[in-house]
């Protein structure tokens, strides 16, 4: 495929070529999430509705289930926070069901899972943490980092079209609802990552990174650094983004490295996840490209390294912040990661308690590591933060080095969850077939996606669900006067598609809620959260992820399925890790249309 050169029009190898429109501003494409096209912003708990004693007791022995429906989310980040909290409320199976524009957003989430997911005896807490940064938020990898990539893709090339294995090996992924085109171009995708096209050429990150910043700022190119310390001190510290360094902010903005974890000299592979396709015109044809079209406005940092439960990370001296948003991301990351090794091998806590308490004192005997005995940590644990960032360090290091100390060998195992990959143009068609209607509990939708919302979308939320809309605070394009316009656009969408405001929960300006309308209004509070601690608020603000108008994309690099008109934004949207809890129902009907719809539950909601 060729390689388009924003700066230069061109498409490598062929005479210059005019584009339908502009390149993506960081508004457009730029600003939109790490991933292709998409930008990022505050991390979202979707934590499920609290489980009534009555639904319980009707459905004996099943555990109540929670579906959850995200339109862009990208990278999976709102996914893994969510899991990572799960064991604050009562057990629940957790069915995600995601829906993207591009196929490469498809691949970065099934990436970011199965390193989220992997052994901890062939990866570390902290490799692991390390790892994500990088692939997550980083333009160039170290190469060991890189090596990692293109295993992992290999793997997954290889496990793409063959489902019995797939389900065997990745029990938590389902690619059912993909078409087949879709699926081969998804294995495409994992190809070109494992290096399928051999060498640098195949994608000079840093000459793409160089020409989309000379595209973006233009004639204020040479004053580049002026421009990025105007963007970082007079709009992203002044919407809530403080802790940002004015340093980590302008090496990204020059190079793409967010997260520098070693010497600068070592980072110089470019990260091919971050590449992605688009259709441009080219003497009256539509040719496939290959480039960078994501974030180079905002940058990573606001997903997870501007909030933290622990409150010492974000104590100031003589007015400025002790700690960088890259610090504060890497304390985030690795608790998360910490609180997601519950999910990697859920039948090891079912494991005998003598050995569950061998494990616990370090036993070194195979049979007793900590691959046995997830990690599986009491509530208090996961709700306080450490009383210092030494401390955090310290307990970081004994995770990678001896594994986790599990203080009760009853505890129990997590709930498996699923996430379902939706075909790329389903959004309007999902209120079509019987298994959807009224099946979600919770619907979430990014700032790059808002024009998706409709009436048609809105019958697949069950009677009082949640709606969680992703706003455009961070989107350093944006001024006041559209940040409020696009927020009342956000509001008249959700009305007419049978959504009212959800009142008594303190005003955000990163994310929109609301619940659907028709069902007693959720202003209750939940017993269950009344006996035990509320769950945290919003913990880090993701990478927005919007992605480029979905005209000027391809599926990947081979589909094309009509273009959706999209709602015209001038930044990547962000994602917020949201709280939401949703009434719960019955059991999951499968993805067959015959399939009768789940009871619809009639407690109300509780806001927390």
């Not at 370090?362 to 509530?379: A, H, N, V």
Request: glycine share 8%; hydrophobic share 35%.
């Amino acid at each position: 495929m060729p390689l388009w050169t924003p700066s230069s029009g061109t498409l490598r190898g062929t005479a210059p070529v005019e584009t339908e429109a502009r390149g993506p501003s960081p508004a457009e494409g730029g600003c939109r999430g790490r991933s292709p096209g998409r930008k990022l912003q505050p991390a979202i708990i979707l934590s499920g509705p609290p489980v009534d004693p009555d639904s319980q007791a009707e459905t004996e022995h099943e555990t109540p289930e929670l579906n959850v429906l995200l339109l862009g989310s990208v990278d999976g980040r709102h996914l893994l926070r969510t899991l990572a909290r799960a064991a604050l409320w009562p057990r629940r199976r957790f069915h995600f069901y995601v829906l993207e524009n591009n196929l490469e957003a498809v691949a970065r989430h099934i990436l970011i899972f199965s390193l989220a997911l992997e052994d901890p005896e062939k990866m570390g807490l902290q490799e692991r943490s390390e790892t994500f940064l990088e692939v997550w938020g980083n333009a160039l990898l170290r190469p060991p980092v890189a090596a990692f990539v293109r295993a992992q893709a290999g793997r997954l090339a290889h496990l793409v079209p063959e489902p019995d294995r797939l389900a065997e090996q990745l029990p938590w992924l389902s690619l059912g609802a993909l078409k087949f085109r879709e699926r081969d171009a998804l294995e495409a995708v994992f190809r070109f990552w494992a290096g399928g096209e051999k060498g640098p050429e195949a994608f000079p990150m840093s000459r793409l990174w160089d020409s989309r910043l000379r595209q973006y700022l233009g004639s204020r190119y040479d004053a580049r650094h002026g421009v990025s310390d105007w963007d970082l001190h007079m709009k992203l510290h002044d919407r809530g983004a403080r802790v940002i360094h004015t340093r980590e902010f302008r090496r990204w903005r020059d190079t793409g490295v967010a997260f520098e974890l070693r010497d600068s000299s070592a980072y110089h592979v470019p990260n091919r996840t971050l590449a992605s396709g688009r259709l441009l015109s080219h003497r009256g044809e539509r040719v496939a490209a290959r480039g960078y079209w994501g974030d180079i406005a905002t940058g990573p940092f606001v997903a997870f390294g501007i909030e933290a439960d622990d409150e010492t990370l974000l104590r100031t001296s003589n007015g400025q912040p002790v700690k960088t948003a890259c610090e504060i991301t890497e304390h985030n990351v690795a608790e998360l990661f910490r609180e997601m090794a519950a999910w990697g091998h859920p039948r090891a806590a079912e494991g005998d308690p003598e050995q569950v308490q061998g494990g616990a004192e370090g036993s070194s005997e195979p049979g007793q590591s900590s691959q046995k005995f997830p990690g599986i940590y009491p509530r208090e644990r996961m709700t306080k933060g450490l009383k210092t960032d030494e401390e955090s360090h310290l307990q970081a290091s004994s995770v990678c080095l001896t594994l986790p100390v599990f203080p009760s060998p009853a505890a129990p195992a997590p709930e498996p969850f699923t996430v379902h990959f939706l075909s790329l143009d389903s959004a309007h068609t999902l209120h079509h077939k019987s298994c959807y209607m009224g099946q979600f509990q919770l619907l979430y939708v990014a700032c790059g996606m808002v024009h998706l919302l409709s009436a048609e979308l809105g019958a697949c939320v069950a009677p009082g669900g949640r709606l969680i809309v992703e706003l455009a605070q961070f989107l350093v394009d944006l001024r006041q006067e559209q940040l409020q316009a696009f927020s009342s656009r956000v509001g008249e969408l959700a009305q007419a598609a049978g959504f009212a405001p959800q009142s008594g929960g303190k005003p955000s300006d990163t994310f929109a809620r609301f619940y659907k309308a028709g069902d007693s209004a959720p202003g209750h509070e939940d017993p269950a959260v009344e006996s035990g601690t509320p769950p945290p608020e919003v913990l880090a603000p993701p990478l927005e992820a919007t992605d480029p108008p979905s005209e000027d994309r391809t599926q990947p690099l081979e589909s094309g399925n009509p273009p959706s008109e999209p709602l015209k934004l001038t930044s990547e949207s962000q994602a917020s890790l949201l709280e939401a809890s949703v009434p719960p129902t019955g059991s999951q009907a499968p993805k067959s249309e015959n399939q009768t719809v789940p009871p619809e539950t009639k407690y109300p909601i509780p806001d927390i």
